[in-house]
T-cell receptor, first 112, second 118 residues
């Protein structure tokens, strides 16, 4: 499974755009990149998933360069409720035993 | 749509006692996972089921942990005997074996059971 590296923590003011970058140098051809969000005392929650270029949904955007060795999660205009830990994961969903290997994640603190 | 249900939410036991956790996945999800999350770390996969068969249990400490998924629906995770280092949150997750309706491969997590071993 590809290893990921992301910042341990980030601070941001309310209303700003936050970009969290994840490095995954040994990503495999069939791997997808997925981001999860976790609030205290809750299980992780799926945010977004992509394979290449750009993916956007109602809560975030995911930017993946052509070499796929990194990815950036973009959260537009964060609010206090976005304070959470964000995990970047890579894996092959078609492998028959699709698994998620979580690192320590990035703890995002949104400041009023 | 009902989410993944887990019980109990909290459990405090003494070391060497036994404990069991229960999980009810989202209806129709064939794949079920148990994770252990120690404070300050990301979740670690313990075991993965596909229907009622084990897909991967390579990180399950089999001398003290066991899990089953009878009839391919509910699952239980047991620890016997518990050690101090088993204090953690135990998360259950479920998913379709393939991409869901939105075309993504998504795991749905329950709220977890917080275990404290004293």
């Amino acid at each position: 499974l590809a290893k990921t590296t992301q910042p341990i923590s980030m601070d941001s003011y309310e209303g700003q755009e936050v970009n969290i970058t994840c490095s995954h140098n040994n990503i495999a051809t069939n791997d997808y990149i997925t981001w999860y969000q976790q609030f205290p005392s809750q299980g992780p929650r799926f945010i977004i998933q992509g394979y290449k270029t750009k993916v956007t949904n109602e809560v975030a955007s995911l930017f993946i360069p052509a070499d796929r060795k990194s990815s950036t999660l973009s959260l537009p205009r964060v609010s206090l409720s976005d304070t959470a830990v964000y995990y970047c994961l890579v894996g092959d969903p078609g492998a028959g035993s699709y698994q998620l290997t979580f690192g320590k994640g990035t703890k995002l603190s949104v400041i009023p | 749509e009902a989410g993944v249900a887990q019980s109990p939410r909290y459990k405090i036991i003494e070391k060497r006692q036994s404990v069991a956790f229960w999980c009810n996945p989202i209806s129709g999800h064939a794949t079920l996972y148990w994770y252990q999350q120690i404070l300050g770390q990301g979740p670690k996969l313990l075991i993965q089921f596909q229907n009622n068969g084990v897909v991967d249990d390579s990180q399950l400490p089999k001398d003290r942990f066991s899990a089953e998924r009878l009839k391919g629906v509910d699952s239980t995770l047991k620890i016997q005997p518990a050690k101090l280092e088993d204090s953690a949150v135990y998360l259950c997750a479920s998913s379709f074996p393939t991409a869901g309706g939105k075309g993504v491969y998504e795991q749905y997590f329950g709220p977890g059971t917080r275990l404290t071993v004293t």
